[in-house]
């Protein structure tokens, strides 16, 4: 499985961005698929996860902000991010596994993972 990251870029705070993550070389949906970040000088952290029966979960520092979704029939997941933070600034992944885990917030638990893309907001 091949996982194709897009869609970062620079914005002021307030502003808002959308995240693509194409998948290819399996059935998309029915598998989980989740966005970490990472920042500058600090360990990975989960954002945001979608279950095969689209439930979403989020982080607490992003929930009513950040909305995680997916289309079936372009194999692709998004991550669109309104209100932007400075605090946000990072390299965002996407990541994908066969199955849903109740440990969904663990990034060693996805076995396909995005090349990452840079956002960075200003103040």
């Known amino acids: 499985v091949q996982l194709q990251a897009s869609g970062g870029g620079s914005v002021q705070a307030g502003g808002s961005l959308r995240l693509s993550c194409a998948a290819s070389?399996?059935?998309?949906?029915?598998?989980?698929w989740a966005w970490f970040r990472q920042a500058p000088g600090k360990e990975r952290e989960f954002v945001g996860a979608?279950?095969?029966?689209?439930?979403?979960y989020y982080a607490e520092s992003v929930k009513g902000r950040f909305t995680i979704s997916r289309d079936n029939a372009k194999s692709t997941v998004y991550l669109q991010m309104n209100s932007l933070k400075p605090e946000d600034t990072a390299v965002y992944y996407c990541?994908?596994?066969?199955?849903?885990?109740?440990?969904?917030?663990?990034?060693?638990?996805?076995?396909?993972w995005g090349q990452g893309t840079l956002v960075t907001v200003s103040s």
């Open positions: 990541a994908g596994r066969i199955r849903w885990i109740v440990d969904y917030k663990t990034a060693h638990h996805y076995d396909w």
């Open positions: 979608l279950r095969e029966n689209g439930s979403k």
């Open positions: 070389g399996r059935t998309f949906s029915s598998n989980a």
